[in-house]
């Protein structure tokens, strides 16, 4: 078992109010929205290369995409990810609320839904019951290209969602973590509005309020999203695994910069609650260098650092790797 059994609790008992809108089944309007938000800035990553080779990009539109990216992308790996849902540290209620904040602006859906699909997903990594495992359908090569396929975002689109008073109750309970949940849309105009006010107050004009949105918001969008499912789909298919963990998690290093660590998957699976989870030389892991930094300002404490006897104890008697 991967998660807290504190945390997980049985659905029978008193439900508390719903922390998403659309509750624990998605309707047809969520799913339209959810296939707007994933196409419009799949298209303007489409559209982005050749908008560099004709028209070039500005030093501007490049800081707002890199900011905005690493403060959503930070925020789901260390706020939605290693804090709310598996507890490698505790934090100061306003990092909690700022961390919350953080990933709501990667526009990645409501933060209790999120932890709720990922304390399932550790329940039953890559077996039956995993919401977006890419062994789903199988091991031959056609069914890996659809499982991946259903790994990486088809399974959002799935009518039956979690049960978020049996995966995340603790959330749940928390009257500021419920109200930031349910207010996601709103996280999400911020987050898409935030480059255009800044790009257009900075250059006076609507042409730069303009391509600060289209780099800043949907490109930063879309990029934030596929490295971030990447991990779902790329990191349970290929990848080293230096330690022991009960499904196929793989360390893929490519990925480690712009998932801010989370790509050193298999030790992330070896032992979950780990705040570090680039743990060998060379792993650049920004996510654990940020929580360290708030441990020593106070902000985070009981964190749960790997010591070297923790790290070898996982260790596989051979390293395997697949193709």
Request: glycine letters at 8%; aromatic letters at 12%.
């Amino acid at each position: 078992m991967t998660i807290s059994p504190e945390l997980i609790t049985d659905a029978s008992e008193a439900p508390l109010p719903n922390a998403t809108m659309g509750g624990d089944s998605k309707r047809s309007i969520e799913q339209i929205t959810l296939l707007a938000f994933i196409m419009v800035p799949f298209l303007a990553l489409l559209a982005a290369v050749p908008l560099v080779w004709g028209w070039g990009v500005s030093w501007l539109d490049v800081g707002l995409l890199v900011a905005m990216y690493y403060i959503g992308c930070h925020g789901i790996t260390i706020g939605f990810h290693r804090y709310f849902t598996h507890g490698s540290f505790k934090a100061k209620r306003p990092l909690r609320i700022a961390l919350a904040v953080m990933g709501s602006l990667a526009v990645e859906g409501p933060l209790v839904r999120w932890v709720a699909d990922h304390r399932k997903h550790h329940k039953f990594s890559d077996a039956e019951g995993d919401p977006h495992s890419p062994w789903r359908y199988g091991e031959t090569l056609p069914a890996l290209l659809k499982g991946l396929w259903w790994a990486h975002m088809a399974w959002m689109f799935d009518e039956e969602q979690t049960p978020q008073h049996k995966y995340a109750p603790d959330l749940i309970a928390d009257p500021a973590i419920r109200w930031i949940s349910r207010k996601f849309i709103y996280f999400t105009m911020l987050s898409l509005a935030i480059p255009p006010i800044v790009g257009g107050l900075v250059t006076m004009s609507w042409w730069g309020a303009f391509t600060a949105f289209f780099w800043g918001s949907l490109v930063r969008v879309a990029l934030l999203h596929h490295v971030t499912w990447s991990i779902n789909s790329i990191c349970h298919a290929v990848g080293k695994r230096p330690f022991k963990s009960r499904d196929r998690s793989g360390n893929v290093w490519w990925l480690a910069v712009l998932s801010c660590g989370e790509s050193w998957h298999n030790l992330h699976h070896a032992d979950p609650t780990s705040a570090r989870h680039g743990v060998l030389r060379g792993q650049v892991d920004s996510s654990a260098r940020l929580i360290r930094w708030f441990e020593q300002a106070g902000w985070a404490y009981d964190v749960r650092w790997p010591t070297a006897d923790r790290i070898e104890a996982r260790r596989q008697s051979e390293l395997t790797e697949t193709a």
